[in-house]
């Protein structure tokens, strides 16, 4: 007799115990479906968050970033001297260095007066550092004075972003020049995007000496890593060099452990998890307590206990699996509501799918294994 | 009725007399304990049993004496304590968690509750025990199929438990342990739930299990009607087998002994009391049963074949099936006054000299008839 042999009842027995009892493993289905779905929604959070704070870079020409060493994310930044960033363009590997100035003003223009504040970006229109056609076709429009474009996706609560409305934002008087599709992220609620030399007009203060960031272009085949450490040489303490890889990993880190959004969804999911495991164990095990006597005069008459533990994994694959199936469907509309409610790029990836599909049968296997916790109370003695 | 109680308390026959078949179940020496330290508790003490193929043992006694323990002990459920187990040739006590796997999935378990998979029907319930023996699809279908109808549920077969009565479900829990035709059956009142006419059914199957293919059954009852047909009974109490009694036996010893004068005036009771002390001894041909000058230990009755017996180099006598010798020098406590040896293959009923003197002791008459016969022999 082979090993293999004695698994041949393992899943047709483990899918007639759950078909048989179609009141309790329907609401097993249903408390499964609504762990998956939360393990969908938490992990699309998780992951929407830091893409929602690489929305900006992932829509700027750059091989690498530098920032000063205070920068958390966009709207805690830092500052650096322009100088330094001159003395980046100088190195041999860079092509461009573009500076970038970020700055928060109150948007006096509100709907029913109130001033919510608006992100500022700051940059030269002819650098061409932002990659969405609809602000590079607008770089005339920019270089007027007192002229910004407005993100699509600012929210209404600043009022109509009408071409030619005439806002006040700090205490100038801007014309809304246009608007440019690309994302609010979490610089803010609005954003708007202006030239260099709008941004010192909006804050004299601070004057173009003083930037947030430096997006460098190196020159052709040089390696962006290479390139980073050399300038990490060069420009010495007091600044980050990021490369779009370093960068990513430093807003992921960010937004899903140093902040509380992170931690919330990392928390939710890892609670959707646990959720998901204990109602799958709670099912299978009173499946498998309720037929203890079954399971133990199946031991007693010869089944190994390698082949129960499978009849209860399976039970557990099986009841994961058909709750799966309907969470993604309902994880793919969901999803897209929260695109549109949130502007979070939320969205299903094959990756996203594989990774949850992983979680869901790491549920089942751990469920199943405490269960066979339960199947050990199966004693052959004990059923004469 | 003088057959109602042959006792055979067995000891392993001594290896050079006779080389009988493996049985099926052999256990020697068997103590075991439930809880450990000062709450340890002993509930079998010393038991020796075993049992040959094609034997139905029935196994009686009060709640608590010990038959399900001995049960599960030979069903390789519980590992020993202290003694032997050997049961289809392997010793239990040997094999490895796997092995002990593999010798249960060669007996029938039939137990008390039918145990039946709710979400099964009567032919899957059954085919979860089939397919533990490899073998084609069809052929293990037909035999799942076959059980069930012998079983009288041939019109059953796709009905889940719910829609069968108790005595049904309990027949597919027999069908389970039948189905792929084990050489022991083990079974723990399998009757209970079962009206008079099921129970004869299945007892009948059981019968015909150790018939047709040599089964051993042994079956822990308080059932009278299966009583019956038992080939063998063994009583319990407190944790001890008190009487092992093989019926065909036991009537043949008393058939043996009503006749003899020896014998006739003892009561019905006095008469299973000899019996009930007597072994079953074989001979093959050319064994020296008794020797000369030997001092004497035990009372032989032949049952079946001839020995001859000499005394001093001469043939005196020969005796055949019914006749007895060896009582003289229990009698006398002088050595024995002849040779006896077995012509052809000899079985035998043996009483040690303690049961022959306990008998001797009972009846006055017994004992007048004994001396008579001493001196007739003298």
Known sequence: ???????????????????????????????????????????????????????????????????????????????????????????????????????????????????????????????????????????????????????????????????????????????????????????????????????????????????????????????????????????????????????????????????????????????????????????????????????????????????????VSAMSLLIVVAGFIPALGAAVGLYSVIRRQTLLPVAMSEMRLFTVLVAAVAMALISALLSVGTLRRAAPADVF | MCAAVVAERTEAPPAALSSPPEPVVRVHGLNHYYGEGEARNQVLFGNSIEIPAGQLVVMTGPSGAGKTTLLTLIGALRSAHEGRIDVLGRELSRLSGGELVDVRRDIGFIFQMHNLFDALSAYENVKMAAQLVNGALPDMQQRCVGILERLGLGHRIEYKPRFLSGGERQRVAIGRALVNQPRLILADEPTAALDKDSTMNVINLLKQTTIDYGAAVMMVTHDHRIIDSADRLVHMVDGRIMSDVVLHDALRICEFLRPIELFKSLTPRQLTDVAEHMKKRHYPAGETIIREGEPGEEFFLVSDGEVEVIRADHEVARLGPGDFFGEVALISGEPRNATVVAEGEVDTYVLGKTDFQTALATSQSFRDQLYRVYFMRH
Do not use: C
Not at chain 1, 184 to 191: H, N
């Open chain 1, 1 to 311: 007799m082979t090993g293999l042999f004695h698994f041949r009842p393992t899943v047709p027995l483990a899918w007639r115990i759950l078909t048989y009892d179609k009141r309790r493993t329907g609401l097993a289905l249903i408390g499964i479906f609504m762990a998956i779905l939360l393990v969908f929604i938490e992990l699309g959070f998780f992951y929407a968050v830091p893409r929602g704070g690489l929305l900006l870079y992932d829509n700027m020409r750059f091989d690498l970033l530098l920032a000063s060493d205070q920068y958390e994310y966009q709207a805690q930044p830092g500052t650096f001297p322009l100088d330094r960033l001159d003395a980046a363009r100088r190195s041999p590997d860079v092509e461009v260095a573009t500076p970038i100035y970020f700055g928060f003003a109150k948007w006096k223009s509100g709907e029913d007066g109130v001033w919510p504040d608006v992100f500022v970006i700051g940059f030269d229109p002819a650098s061409q550092v932002f990659v969405p056609e609809s602000i590079n076709r607008q770089t005339g429009v920019l270089e007027r004075a007192d002229t910004v474009l407005v993100d699509s996706a600012t929210r209404p609560m600043f009022g109509p972003l009408d071409t030619g409305r005439v806002v006040e934002i700090g205490d100038r008087k801007i014309t809304i020049g246009g608007q440019y599709v690309l994302g609010t992220g979490f610089m803010g609620l609005g954003v708007v995007l202006a030239s260099a030399a709008n941004f010192a007009r909006l804050f004299p203060q601070r004057g173009l000496s003083i930037v947030n960031l430096g997006a460098i272009q190196l020159k052709p085949g040089v390696d962006p890593d290479h390139a980073a450490d050399e300038l990490r040489k060069t420009l010495g303490s007091g600044l980050q060099v990021f490369t779009r890889t370093s960068l990513e990993a430093h807003e992921t880190a960010y937004w899903t452990t140093r902040t509380s959004v992170g931690i919330i969804f990392g928390s939710g999911l890892l609670i959707s998890f646990v959720v998901g495991i204990m109602i799958v164990y709670q099912i299978v095990s009173t499946q498998v307590s309720r037929q203890l006597p079954q399971f133990a005069t199946l031991k007693a008459i010869g089944y190994p206990d390698r082949s129960l533990a499978a009849t």
